[in-house]
C-alpha cells in the first residue's frame, strides 16, 4: 500500500525566514513524488515535481531514498507563499498514474 | 487552451438520492481521475478513466461509478447518498496514464448530503 505523511498541520514562518514542509511516504515500487499547492479561493495546482527537477517560485525538493522523504524547502518565505500544500506520490513506472495525497500543511507567512 | 471545468460547483442532496457530477478535460487529454476531499483531508482517489475504460479503482463502494465520453469528458455518478459523501469531488485531467503524466485539476464541485 502506498502512503504519504504530512506531520504538520500548520506551519506559521515570519517572512525572509526558510521553510521547510515536511513529506515521508512509503511505497514498494518506483515512485513518483509531487507537491501540489491550493491558494486561497483557487484550484490545486502542481508546484513541481521530482522528475522535472525544477525549481518552481524559489521552492525546491529533493528525493531522499534512504529517509523515504521529499521535503519542500524555500530559503526565504515570502507573504504570496501563503498556502495550503499537498505532498503526493504515484508510480512511476507501469500503468495508471493516480495521485496518493497526504493530509496538507498550510503554510502562513507573517510579517 | 481551456483548462479542466466541472459542473456543477455546488450540489445540495438529501439521503439516498442519486447525483451526477460532469468534468469537461483540458484540450488534448485522454485520462480523467476522480478524487473525493473531505474537510481537513487530502484528496482520496475514486478512479481513473483512460479512452473511455475504467483504469483503476480506489477504495470506494461500488455505489460510486462513472463514464467517459468520446470527448474525453467524464461523468462522475453516486447512488444512495450518504451522509459521509458530503465533499470537494476534484476532477484532474492528463495526457495520458503513465506516471510521467501531469494531472491537473478542476476547480471541484461542492456536494453536501442532508
Known amino acids: 500500500a502506498q502512503r504519504v505523511t504530512q506531520p504538520e498541520k500548520l506551519l506559521s514562518v515570519f517572512k525572509g525566514a526558510p521553510v521547510e514542509l515536511k513529506c515521508n511516504y512509503s511505497?514498494?515500487?518506483?515512485?513518483?513524488l509531487f507537491w501540489y499547492v491550493q491558494y486561497s479561493r483557487q484550484r490545486l495546482q502542481l508546484l513541481l515535481r521530482?522528475?522535472s527537477r525544477e525549481s518552481i517560485k524559489g521552492f525546491t525538493a529533493d528525493l531522499n531514498k534512504g529517509e523515504t522523504s521529499f521535503h519542500l524547502k524555500k530559503p526565504f518565505a515570502q507573504e504570496e507563499d501563503s498556502a495550503m500544500y499537498y505532498c503526493?506520490?504515484?508510480?512511476?513506472?507501469?500503468?495508471?498514474?493516480?495521485?496518493?495525497f497526504g493530509t496538507g500543511t498550510q503554510l502562513k507567512v507573517e510579517l | 487552451e481551456t483548462g479542466v471545468t466541472q459542473s456543477p460547483t455546488h450540489l445540495i442532496k438529501t439521503r439516498g438520492q442519486q447525483v451526477t457530477l460532469r468534468c469537461s478535460s483540458q484540450?488534448?487529454?485522454?485520462?480523467v481521475s476522480w478524487y473525493q476531499q473531505a474537510l481537513g483531508q487530502g484528496p482520496q482517489f475514486i478512479f481513473q478513466?483512460?479512452?473511455?475504460?475504467?483504469?483503476g479503482r480506489g477504495n470506494f463502494p461500488p455505489r460510486f461509478s462513472g463514464l467517459q465520453f468520446p470527448n474525453y469528458s467524464s461523468e462522475l455518478n453516486v447512488n444512495a447518498l450518504e451522509l459521509d459523501d458530503s465533499a470537494l469531488y476534484l476532477c484532474?485531467?492528463?495526457?495520458?496514464?503513465?506516471?510521467?503524466?501531469?494531472?491537473?485539476f478542476g476547480p471541484g464541485t461542492r456536494l453536501t448530503v442532508l
Open positions: 521530482h522528475i
Open positions: 478513466y483512460y479512452r473511455e475504460e475504467e483504469n
Open positions: 503526493a506520490l504515484s508510480r512511476l513506472t507501469g500503468g495508471g498514474n493516480k495521485l496518493t
Open positions: 484540450s488534448g487529454h485522454n485520462t
Open positions: 511505497y514498494s515500487g518506483s515512485p513518483e
Open positions: 484532474a485531467s492528463s495526457l495520458g496514464q503513465m506516471g510521467v503524466d501531469t494531472q491537473y
